[in-house]
Every structure is written in C-alpha cells, then in structure tokens.
C-alpha cells in the first residue's frame, strides 16, 4: 500500500504564487506517474496536471503557461508550483500516484485565492 502526504497550501492574494508537494512511502513499488487533481465546493474533481515518471506532462487548459508539475523519482515525490493564482484556483488539491501497487491519493490540501 502506498501513502501520499501533501503540503504546501494556504492563503494567497490573487496573482500570487505557492508551491505544493507530495511524497509517497511504501515498500517496494514502482511509480508510473503522479498528479494534482482538485476539488472546488460544490463541484467535481477535476484535473490538473500529470507528469510520468519519464516525465511527460499533461496539463488542464485553465492552469496552463502558469502551473508547474515536476517529479523526483528518487525522493518519490512531485510537486506543483502555481504562479498568477487566481481566484478560481481555490479548491482542495489532491496528490495521485498509479504505481504496481495501484491508485493511491493523498488527504488533500486547501489552496484558497483571495484579497
């Protein structure tokens, strides 16, 4: 089984910037790929962006030329830098990892965008 432990949210003033990371413990497991999804009151989980550990990426339009994904895959871990938030970035992020132990998602953390 593997675990996910996210940090890095808070509260920002719109056009700021804030840094997310994630790391994932276990034994014995190969990551294939990690990613940020999110989850604004009263709406689905969406994605935001993926990244192989080959590091192909994929991004969701709205967050484009001004999120980040990168991933260490000896620290098995990935992170999600966020630059010009807005106020529609607020949600709770996710971490999601697909590895040869399956799908496994963090707990989830509070990024709010707001004056």
């Known amino acids: 089984q593997v675990q996910l432990v996210e940090s890095g949210g808070g509260l920002v003033q719109p056009g700021g910037s804030l840094r997310l990371s994630c790391a994932a413990s276990?034994?014995?497991?190969?990551?294939?790929?990690m990613g940020w999804y999110r989850q604004a009151p009263g709406k689905q989980r969406e994605l935001v962006a993926t990244?192989?550990?080959?590091?192909?990426?994929n991004y969701a339009d709205s967050v484009k030329g001004r999120f980040t994904i990168s991933i260490d895959n000896a620290k098995k871990s990935v992170y999600l830098q966020m630059n010009n938030l807005k106020p529609e970035d607020t949600a709770v992020y996710y971490c999601?990892?697909?590895?040869?132990?399956?799908?496994?998602w963090g707990q989830g953390t509070q990024v709010t965008v707001s004056s």
């Open positions: 999601n990892v697909a590895s040869s132990r399956g799908v496994a």
């Open positions: 276990g034994s014995m497991f190969v990551i294939y790929a």
């Open positions: 990244i192989t550990r080959g590091r192909i990426t």
